[in-house]
């Protein structure tokens, strides 16, 4: 399969804990995004990459929210004290730039439960 | 701010109805459209998309959408609806750096 992968696709933890989801990328591609969804919203943009270099972060993404792609490959997104509202699925895209965009590859998603 | 709107929250229909999902953008730069679909328990999957040219895009399992920039709207369609096109769909715009989607459209068709 060379699609996007994501781990773990479900993790329940308690407030106040850390939480980390590894996404990875279609292998050419360069770019790499994500995106939190909650129940009936379409997805929010969280932070992006190019190759290693993270080039935007949403103000959404508060300090307790870190994520690195360390060699431009994949990516790590970790929520450090976790809260009930941090609750959601958390998407991972990839895309490759160029002459035009080729629009994004989903993966699966990990969905986090807080309780 | 750029957003996207789809005015549909939750369209239900019979199967062999037509199908019209509304989407306004409001970029007004050079823009890239595009509509996803995720299916129940599925992730977001590319239906179609656009960047130039022929306003009329086909897109997969015969969708399809119609740019009109007078409007900024990015309307799908789909002649004849199928059961297995219950799902949620979503309308996005790519400004550049990251893609803005709209708050979906949940498509429940009835056999």
């Known amino acids: 399969d060379t699609g996007v992968s994501q781990n773990p696709r479900h993790k329940i933890t308690k407030r106040g804990q850390n939480v980390t989801f590894r996404c990875d990328p279609i292998?050419?591609?360069?770019?790499l995004y994500w995106y939190r969804q909650t129940l009936g919203q379409g997805p929010e943009f969280l932070t992006y990459?190019?190759?290693?270099?993270?080039?935007?972060k949403s103000r959404l993404l508060s300090d307790r929210f870190s994520a690195e792609r360390p060699k431009g490959s994949f990516s790590t997104l970790e929520i450090q004290r976790t809260e009930q509202g941090d609750s959601a699925m958390y998407l991972c895209a990839s895309s490759r730039t160029g002459l035009f965009n080729y629009g994004y590859t989903f993966g699966s998603g990990t969905r986090l439960t807080v309780v | 701010a750029q957003s996207v709107s789809q005015h549909n929250h939750h369209v239900i229909l019979s199967e062999a109805a037509s199908l019209e999902l509304g989407c306004n953008y409001s970029?007004?730069?050079?823009?890239?459209l595009f509509w996803y679909v995720q299916y129940p328990g599925q992730h977001l999957q590319l239906l179609l998309k656009y960047f130039s040219g022929d306003p009329l895009v086909k897109g997969i399992k015969g969708f399809e959408a119609e740019f009109i920039k007078s409007k900024f709207s990015f309307n799908l369609r789909k002649p004849s609806v199928q059961w297995s096109d219950t799902a949620e769909y979503f309308c996005a715009e790519d400004t550049g750096n990251q893609f803005y989607f709209g708050t979906g459209t949940s498509l429940t068709v009835i056999p």
């Open positions: 990459f190019q190759n290693e270099a993270q080039l935007e």
């Open positions: 292998s050419e591609h360069n770019r």
């Open positions: 970029y007004g730069g050079t823009v890239n």
